[in-house]
């Protein structure tokens, strides 16, 4: 199942960018409650055992609300100026009650009962008897009888519970975490931007894969997710963009409305913090693998997507036999996987280990480490 967006190659009016205090710090209560899924952030997880008693008790009431899903009514908007932490919370206690009760009853609710596809979740649903019964049910056993009376009959305590969780949170932990990441976003944003600049939408997108999938020809790229809905970006439509330093190694999606449409993805610090360096005997490998003009347009088409030797070699220019050798060189040097598809056989770019050239050679000479 994926959730698929068609955006213009040449779309670029058509994305905005933002960053939000608000969505960062229920992002970095995800990683709170889902440590072992964030090892870069296991030093913030750490540090947040200094939180008192009672927050640590309310943060872990509301962590079914974000340990598998994000609360799509937390997106940004993409339009006007960036917002401070109190405007944001004084924004979102206007939500729509029923939306709100919609959003914290999803990660309960899977699948959504009557279903929902392209046509989004109905919030109808939850008045029926059945639904509202499991609902308590699952809410009591996650947190605790009020938050389930709150769910079921006043969504708006329910948000604004949530809402005073978040303010005492930012008091006594993220308000000086905020400042330190702050500019790590705008720097972010501002990268994204010169890559959507020089190599386009699709071009910037690549470096999300494998969460984010492309299709530059036909315009269009996907997420694997356990939901079906395809989304045209109209000329009237904004894609958001939000980088942040909490999402890694996860990239969120909203293709629902009344919220905004995008992708929440890792910010470009953190996504090479993250990555593995590369061993320096396999570096060299590497490198020597890269030192040739053939095997570099073959990478190169084998980026767009997985192809055979058959479709390669007229691409290339060589023989389908000197082909294979060069695709035997950069798969040996770990640059590429081989997988069988009946009766032909795919290469695949291994984005990870390209990605982690540049780090790792940089770390290499800065260091006194030997070559093996």
């Not at 213009?8 to 905005?16: N, Q």
């Not at 059945?130 to 969504?155: C, G, H, K, Q």
């Amino acid at each position: 199942m994926t959730i698929v967006f068609r955006v213009p190659a040449g779309g670029a009016e058509r994305v905005g960018f933002a960053y939000s205090p608000t969505m960062e710090a229920v992002l970095s209560l995800h990683v709170l409650v889902e440590p072992k899924h964030h090892p870069v952030q296991h030093g913030w997880v750490r540090a947040m055992r200094k939180l008192s008693p009672a927050l640590k008790r309310e943060i872990e009431a509301f962590s079914y609300a974000v340990r598998s899903y994000f609360p799509e009514f937390l997106f940004p908007r993409p339009t006007g100026g960036l917002a401070d932490f109190g405007s944001e919370l004084a924004g979102l206690r206007t939500a729509d009650p029923e939306l709100v009760r919609l959003e914290f009853a999803v990660p309960l609710l899977s699948p959504w009962p009557g279903g929902g596809g392209d046509e989004g979740r109905d919030p109808h649903a939850l008045r029926e008897p059945a639904v509202r019964a499991l609902l308590r049910e699952r809410v009591t056993r996650e947190s605790d009888e009020a938050m389930a009376a709150m769910l079921l009959d006043d969504p708006r305590a329910l948000l604004e519970r949530f809402l005073s969780m978040l303010e005492r949170y930012w008091r006594e932990a993220f308000e000086g975490e905020w400042a330190r990441i702050e500019p790590e976003l705008a720097a972010g944003v501002s990268e994204a931007g010169h890559q959507i600049e020089q190599r386009g939408l699709y071009g910037m997108l690549r470096g999300l894969w494998p969460e984010v999938r492309i299709d530059r020809q036909a315009e269009r790229f996907w997420l694997e997710r356990p939901h079906d809905h395809e989304v045209a970006i109209g000329p009237d439509d904004t894609l958001l963009l939000a980088p942040s330093t909490y999402v890694w190694p996860h990239v969120r999606v909203n293709c629902d409305g009344p919220w905004p449409l995008g992708l929440v993805f890792p910010v470009s610090s953190i996504a090479r913090e993250a990555r593995p360096r590369i061993p320096p005997a396999q570096l060299v490998g590497m490198l020597r693998a890269l030192a040739d003009d053939t095997r570099l347009r073959a990478l190169r088409l084998i980026a767009e997507r997985p192809r055979s030797t058959q479709e390669l070699a007229p691409l290339v220019g060589v023989s389908e036999a000197a082909l294979s050798k060069h695709l035997r060189v950069l798969t040996d040097a770990g640059l590429l996987e081989r997988r069988r598809e009946g009766y032909y056989v795919l290469y695949r770019l291994l984005p990870g280990q390209v990605a982690g050239l540049a780090p790792s050679l940089e770390s290499f000479l800065h260091t006194t480490d030997p070559i093996d």
